[in-house]
C-alpha cells in the first residue's frame, strides 16, 4: 500500500502545485537607441515585464548574432569564456535591483567597434525571451593645430591636424568672411581604435595677410573645434 501511496503523491504534486514559475515573460530593452561617447560608459538596461525575480535565470547581451556573446551572467554566476575579445575587461553586470526583472550592463571605456545592434536575453529552464535595441557611438576630438611650412616666396603651406574623431568628421577651412576655402587636399584615417585623425592641407597667398580657421565637426553630436591664424610676412 505505502509505496503506491508515494506514486500517487508523486504524480499529484506538479498538477496540484500552483506552477507561478512556469510564467512566462517578455523581455523590454531600452526604449530609443543607446547614444554612448567614446571614452565615457554605456548602460544597457532590460528588464522583464511582467515584474518578476530574475536571480535564477541566465542574462545574456550578445551582438548581432547569439555566439557575439558580449556578458553573460548565470544563476549568480558569471561565466565568460566566450566573451568577444574585444569586450573583455570592458563588461559589468549591474545587478541590484535583479530580484525586480532588471538587469544592466555596464561598458566602459565605449569605442567605435561597440556601435551595432544589441540583444539582451533572459533565460528561464527552457524558456526565453530578449529585446533587441541599436547602440550608436560618436566622438569629438582634439582641437585643431595649424603648422606653417614656407613655400615659395609668395606662399605658405598650411597643415591642420585632429585626432580622435567618429564618426568621420567634416573639415572646413573658411576665410575671415567665413567663405570656405578649398584645401590642396586632405586626409581622413581610423587609428587603431576606430577614431577618425583628420590632416587637410591649404596654401595661401603671403599678400593676401589674411586670416584663416580650420573647422571640425563632429555631424551627429553638432560639435565644432576650430583655430584660427593670422597669415602675414
Ligand atoms: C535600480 O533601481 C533604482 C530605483 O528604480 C534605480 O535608481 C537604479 O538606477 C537601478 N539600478 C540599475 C543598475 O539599473
Excluded at 515585464?49 to 547581451?61: L, Y
Excluded at 544563476?75 to 569564456?81: F, G, I, Q, R, Y
Excluded at 586626409?187 to 586670416?211: A, P
Amino acid at each position: 500500500m505505502k509505496p503506491l501511496c508515494v506514486v500517487i503523491r508523486t504524480l499529484l504534486l506538479p498538477v496540484l502545485l500552483p506552477w507561478p514559475s512556469s510564467g512566462q515573460f517578455h523581455v523590454i530593452g531600452p526604449s530609443a537607441p543607446i547614444n554612448a561617447l567614446v571614452g565615457e560608459e554605456a548602460v544597457l538596461s532590460c528588464h522583464l515585464d511582467p515584474m518578476m525575480d530574475a536571480q535564477n535565470m541566465e542574462v545574456r547581451w550578445y551582438r548581432n548574432h547569439p555566439s557575439g556573446l558580449v556578458h553573460r551572467y548565470g544563476a549568480s554566476w558569471e561565466h565568460m569564456e566566450q566573451q568577444m575579445p574585444e569586450y573583455q575587461g570592458r563588461t559589468e553586470f549591474l545587478k541590484e535591483n535583479i530580484t525586480k526583472g532588471q538587469a544592466a550592463l555596464r561598458i566602459h571605456p565605449i569605442r567605435p567597434f561597440d556601435e551595432g545592434v544589441y540583444s539582451c536575453l533572459f533565460e528561464k529552464s527552457t524558456y526565453n525571451s530578449e529585446a533587441q535595441f541599436e547602440m550608436f557611438v560618436t566622438g569629438s576630438g582634439v582641437s585643431p593645430r595649424i603648422h606653417i611650412q614656407p613655400g615659395n616666396t609668395r606662399e605658405v603651406k598650411l597643415t591642420c591636424t585632429s585626432t580622435g574623431w567618429y564618426p568621420e568628421p567634416e573639415v572646413q577651412w573658411k576665410d575671415l568672411q567665413g567663405q570656405h576655402l578649398a584645401p590642396d587636399f586632405e586626409t581622413k584615417t581610423k587609428d587603431k581604435n576606430g577614431l577618425f585623425d583628420v590632416e587637410t592641407f591649404l596654401t595661401m597667398d603671403k599678400s593676401s595677410r589674411e586670416g584663416v580657421s580650420c573647422h571640425i565637426r563632429n555631424p551627429i553630436l553638432n560639435v565644432e573645434k576650430e583655430v584660427y591664424i593670422s597669415v602675414s610676412d
